[in-house]
């Protein structure tokens, strides 16, 4: 069956850093893949979309890779803030709409 | 633009009953999908409508159901309440030929 990994610990960085998180899948071929940010209490947000013929996708601070050989996607906060601390979703499809989510990992920016 | 609407924000039911939940898309948008979100098993996809007919389906018992109406407003239907269905629910609402989602604030469904 089709699985997400997203690191299930909380990542805690200082201020300033660069921030990484991982999202890899298996038994997936996805079209899409999507990182989202969800604050506590509140819908997850939109980030990034890259698709399987893109490498790499930059907007502001953000930074996503995606390597459909290692089944693997990277996205890179640089210059992290406090405020971006918060919890990231990484969310993977064929057609956009009906999105797999991982469970997310948990990023702490320490000033 | 108006956001993406959940109503209610915050429910209480006892088990057994069944509840309706709503979701208002953004102004345009046709396609509308609903998550179920646990502690424990994360933002699982329940089914997506697009032009009031459901085009995906998770993998949910037939207790959780929804439709769509004319107007792309969406409601979701869960019957027969179990404790385990406590959950944030969320919809998201997506334009044609886009792949964001937006999400509403999604409501918090407690089962008692």
């Known amino acids: 069956s089709q699985k997400i990994e997203q690191n299930s610990e909380a990542l805690n960085i200082q201020e300033g850093k660069t921030a990484t998180l991982t999202c890899n899948y298996t038994?997936?071929?996805?079209?899409?893949l999507q990182w989202y940010r969800q604050d506590p209490g509140r819908g997850p947000v939109f980030l990034l979309l890259?698709?399987?013929?893109?490498k790499e996708k930059r907007k502001e601070r953000l930074k996503v890779t995606f390597d459909t050989t290692l089944k693997q996607s990277l996205f890179h906060i640089t210059a992290s803030q406090p405020a971006d601390s918060a919890t990231y979703l990484c969310a993977l499809s064929n057609s956009g709409y009906a999105l797999n989510f991982g469970k997310g990992t948990s990023l702490l920016v320490t000033p | 633009k108006a956001g993406v609407t959940q109503t209610p924000r915050y429910l209480i039911k006892t088990r057994g009953q069944q509840v309706t939940l709503s979701c208002s898309p953004i102004s345009g948008h046709r396609s509308v999908s609903w998550y179920q979100q646990t502690p424990g098993q994360g933002l699982q996809f329940l089914f997506e409508?697009?032009?009031?007919?459901?085009?995906n389906k998770g993998n949910f018992p037939g207790r959780f159901s929804g439709r769509q109406f004319s107007n792309s407003r969406s409601e979701m239907n869960v019957s027969t309440l179990e404790l385990g269905d406590s959950a944030l629910y969320l919809c998201?609402?997506?334009?044609?030929?886009?792949?964001?989602?937006?999400f509403g604030q999604g409501t918090r469904l407690t089962v008692v």
């Open positions: 998201a609402s997506t334009g044609q030929g886009d792949t964001e989602a937006f």
């Open positions: 409508y697009f032009s009031e007919t459901q085009r």
């Open positions: 890259i698709r399987e013929n893109e």
């Open positions: 038994n997936y071929s996805p079209a899409y």
